[in-house]
Every structure is written in C-alpha cells, then in structure tokens.
C-alpha cells in the first residue's frame, strides 16, 4: 500500500509512519522541519519525503510530486495540527490554528478526493481531529473549531463518496489524550502512548471505521460531552 502521511516530522504521525514501514508498505511522511524528515529518511532510507507547510501555495504542487515518485496513492493521512491554549484569545494563536487546521486541511482533503475520482474511485483518506471537536472550549477556541471542522468535513466526503458510488473511504480519527509534544501541560488524563494511539489508529483505518475514538475509552468522555446541558457545560468547557 502507497501511504501519505501528512505532519509527519514528530509525534502520532511520525510514529505511524515507522509502524507502517514496519509492515512493509512505501510511506511517504511530510512537515516543516527538513531535519526531522532527514533523519527519519536515515533511519528508513526507503521512506519518501517533502518539507512544505501545508499552509504555503506550494503545498498541493509538493503533494502532486510526492504521489508522482511514489507511483501512486492509496492512504493519505492528515495529521499536521496546530493548537495551543488560548484563553486571552491570542489573534496569532487562533489565525495559524485556523490556517493549519481548516484552510491545510480543506486544501489537501479536496485535492485527494479528487485525486482518488480521477484514479477510478478508489482510496482512502483518513483525517486526525480530536475530542475537542465534539464542542466548544474556552481554553483553545480555535483548535476545537477547527477540528469540528475537519470531522463534519469528513463526513460530508463520506456521504458524497457513497452518493457517487465510490469505493473511496473517510476515516475520521478522534483522539483524546496522546503523549505527544502537543499534550503536553493540559491537565491531561488517560493519555495514550504514542505507540498505542498509532497501533489503534492503523486498526481503524483498516477496518475501514467511519468515526474512531483513540483510545476507545473517549467515545465515553464524547458521549457525556454531546449530551451535557449547556448550563453545566460551561463550567467545565
Ligand atoms: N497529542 C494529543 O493529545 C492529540 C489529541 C487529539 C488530537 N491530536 C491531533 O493529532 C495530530 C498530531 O498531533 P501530535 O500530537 O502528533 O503533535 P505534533 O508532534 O506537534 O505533530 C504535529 C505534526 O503536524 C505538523 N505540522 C504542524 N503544522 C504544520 C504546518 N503548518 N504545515 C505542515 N505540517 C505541520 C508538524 O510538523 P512540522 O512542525 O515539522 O511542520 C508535526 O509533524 C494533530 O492534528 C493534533 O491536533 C493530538
């Protein structure tokens, strides 16, 4: 299998990255930082790499490229995420948030669904949004925002998929907590390994899984979290 892995430098992604090398298929990792992408390319000289921002206008020219020397694309993974707390509601924090999270986001899941239509209807996109997604918070605005986004934005493709009688799939992946230098200092619980929230994440896309929740204790906190009154809520929000 082709794989994708889009924010792939460091954490969950990075991590996905070495399991599905371990298991034998052609990965392709992308992020900002060149270092971190070289030496990944040092560890598995097999893996294909691009240093872009997925926020750039070169993002989708570097992406088309990327699918040119792999010969293919069969999985792309979106895991470039951006979020830090922004209780004083930072203009900077919330604007790159966005702009990783959304407009990074729409941009390339755009492009590879049409990408997967034009190669036969075929292909599988899988998205990483978050708990955070299933309501607004205080403390990171933007980041819960935006991945309300992404995941509605999953499952609009996933209906149009079906409609146009696809076999292209849309996973869309809800962490809670992973331990990760994006976790770090936010009270965190349950916070998965980085190995252990991969392994779940490959078994879900495998299973061809619509939503999943990693690890699959949050569909709990989710579920608590869609049905709590607003008034109670916002004392924890
Ligand atoms: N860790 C958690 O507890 C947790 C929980 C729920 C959801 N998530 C989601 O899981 C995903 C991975 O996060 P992580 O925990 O693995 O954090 P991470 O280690 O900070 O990984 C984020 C990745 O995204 C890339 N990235 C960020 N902004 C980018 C940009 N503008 N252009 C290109 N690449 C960009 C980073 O690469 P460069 O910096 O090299 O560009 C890095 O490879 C994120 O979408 C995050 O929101 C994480």
Redesign the pocket.
């Known amino acids: 299998m082709k794989v994708i892995i889009?924010?792939?430098?460091?954490?969950?992604?990075?991590?996905l990255a070495k399991q599905y090398i371990a298991l034998g298929h052609t990965v392709a990792v992308?992020?900002?930082?060149q270092e971190?992408?070289l030496e990944l390319k040092r560890q598995h000289p097999a893996i294909h790499t691009a240093c872009?921002?997925?926020?750039?206008a070169e993002?989708i020219g570097q992406l088309e490229a990327l699918i040119a020397r792999m010969g293919g694309l069969d999985l792309l993974i979106?895991?470039?995420?951006?979020?830090e707390p922004s209780e004083d509601l930072v203009a900077a924090i919330e604007i790159d948030s966005t702009?990783?999270?959304v407009m990074?986001f729409v941009k390339i899941a755009a492009f590879t669904f049409n990408y997967y239509l034009k190669q036969g209807g075929h292909g599988q996109l899988a998205v990483?949004?978050?708990?955070?997604a299933v309501r607004g918070n205080s403390f990171t605005p933007a980041?819960s925002a935006g991945?309300a986004y992404i995941s509605n934005y999953a499952e609009g493709l996933n209906i149009k998929a079906r409609k146009l009688n696809t076999s292209i799939f849309i996973t869309d992946i809800?962490?809670?907590?992973?331990?990760?230098?994006?976790?770090k200092g936010?009270g965190?619980f349950w916070?998965a390994p980085?190995e252990k929230a991969a392994r779940q994440i490959r078994t879900a896309i495998a299973a061809r899984k619509r939503v999943a929740y990693v690890t699959k204790r949050w569909r709990l906190i989710a579920s608590i979290m869609k049905l709590l009154p607003f008034w109670i809520y916002r004392k924890i929000g």
């Open positions: 889009i924010g792939a430098s460091s954490g969950i992604g990075r991590e992308t992020g900002r930082r971190l992408l872009f921002d997925v926020q750039g993002a979106y895991s470039a995420g951006y979020g702009a990783t999270n990074g990483i949004s978050s708990v955070a980041y991945k809800r962490p809670g907590f992973v331990n990760t230098k994006m976790a936010q965190q916070a980085v």
